[in-house]
């Protein structure tokens, strides 16, 4: 028994004119997912009995499988006409993986072993389109992860999300078997709507985890839908897609919230990171000065008194917005001793910004490659181009001169930025040979 392809495209209007027996559905409502085909035509004859011959057409959107007595023996997912051979199986799908092939081999064989003639034959059409609308919401918080990894800290947060998922029939056979089966009229999305919707929620614990994993913060939930999606199908990959015949095709996080509670202690924390840096820190605290100024001034004893307070408070703290400052001017500088100096060489005893032939500190002469090249623009380089302006590295040794007052520098090769007796600015214009 089988299907024989028909006709790539037809017009069921003319089946009842055309043939003794056929088998349609005409469209299927979003709300219904499997139909009972009803047999039409002439001559009908037993309900669940399909003659040589019988015409199934399948539309766009749909899927199609005959069942003999319980088992899969024909499926068809192209839209077209197809005739009915009893002695021929029959598999059209290129839209479907080969999950519903292995079904459908594994069903024919058992069928032809068995080698009994057939007593009830019934057509079933899937609806294939995606099934919209699909409203969630959690009533419990979430656990959520957030990452801080320039910073080497996380901690976990409860997060409450609503929005919408889609999901449609991927392999009807798994369907066929594991949830609809032999129904005698239609099999309703409503029916399994909050199985899903609670399988959903669970795996949103997961999806999170994998989310947070990869430095997604939860505010950014409805910004990556696909992320979302590809998390959720991960985790309901075995229980949807590898059982059921399911999958979830969309997402959409309406909104993703945290408690006060949480959402202040991000805030803490945050505040706390920034003042580790000592500039942001004495910024922090110049900040609280002038509120604890504008305080001391409304002050119902005095302004004085509140000044006098401020002050006790100061030498209390040990510490100062100056003596901040003090810390990251120094730290800068410290930071500075290792890095090049502009229009000098490194020594390797440590001593930076040496502009002559030997080192200021050491004596050492000062190496062949230590500088490069330096740009009219201030970069100092070594390829062929400027990193910082992009003109090529003047050929040969370029020597500069002020044009204004004619000074030059103690090497000329490597000219400041600015002329040292008269403040000119040294350009290409500076250079004479």
């Known amino acids: 028994m089988g299907l024989i392809m028909a006709a790539l495209s037809g017009f069921s209007s003319t089946l009842a004119d055309t043939w003794q027996e056929y088998f349609v559905c005409e469209s299927l409502p979003s709300d219904i997912l499997v139909y009972k085909a009803k047999k039409q035509g002439r001559n009908k004859g037993s309900e669940n009995v399909i003659t040589q011959g019988s015409k199934i057409v399948v539309h766009e959107g749909q899927a199609m499988i005959m069942v003999d007595q319980g088992i899969i023996i024909e499926i068809a997912t192209e839209p077209g006409v197809y005739t009915y051979d009893a002695g021929t199986p029959g598999f059209f799908s290129s839209s479907f993986g080969a999950g519903i092939k292995n079904t459908f081999k594994e069903a024919w064989e058992r069928l032809k072993n068995a080698g009994s003639a057939a007593h009830d034959q019934r057509v079933y059409y899937f609806n294939t389109k995606p099934i919209l609308e699909n409203k969630f919401g959690t009533q419990n918080p979430i656990p959520f992860r957030m990452q801080y990894q320039d910073l080497g800290r996380s901690f976990t947060v409860g997060v409450r999300c609503n929005g919408i998922y889609s999901y449609r029939i991927v392999d009807p056979a798994y369907f066929y078997k594991e949830i609809s089966g032999n129904i005698t009229d239609t099999y309703p999305r409503s029916a399994l709507d909050t199985t899903l919707k609670s399988e959903f929620i669970d795996a949103l614990q997961p999806a999170f985890g994998k989310i947070s994993a990869s430095g997604i913060r939860y505010d950014e939930l409805p910004l990556r839908q696909s992320e979302v999606k590809e998390a959720i199908n991960g985790v309901l990959s075995n229980d949807w897609t590898e059982r059921r015949g399911i999958r979830v095709e969309t997402v959409s996080i309406n909104s993703a919230t945290i408690s006060d509670e949480d959402n202040k202690r991000i805030q803490q924390f945050e505040d706390r990171a920034w003042n ?4 942001n820190a004495a910024a ?24 006098f307070g401020m002050g006790m408070a100061g030498q209390a703290g040990g510490m100062n917005a100056q003596n901040l400052f003090n810390m990251s001017a120094q730290q800068g500088v410290a ?9 000098g060489w490194n020594c390797k005893c440590g001593k930076t910004g040496n502009t002559g032939k030997f080192c200021a500190e050491c004596g050492s002469p000062k190496p062949a490659d230590a500088d490069g090249w330096t740009c009219s623009c201030g970069a100092v380089n070594k390829g062929k181009f400027c990193s910082e302006c992009g003109k090529p590295k003047p050929s040969g040794a370029a020597k500069y001169k002020c044009k204004m007052c004619g000074w030059q520098p103690e090497d000329p090769t490597n000219p400041p930025k600015f002329c040292a007796e008269c403040g000119d600015p040294m350009t290409d214009e500076d250079i004479i040979g």
């Open 335 to 343: 930071g500075a001793t290792t890095a090049p100096t502009a229009g």
């Open 284 to 307: 922090t605290l110049v900040e609280a000065q002038a509120q604890a100024m504008q305080a001391a001034a409304s002050n119902p004893n005095g302004a004085a008194m509140g000044m």
């Open 276 to 279: 580790t840096n000592t500039a």
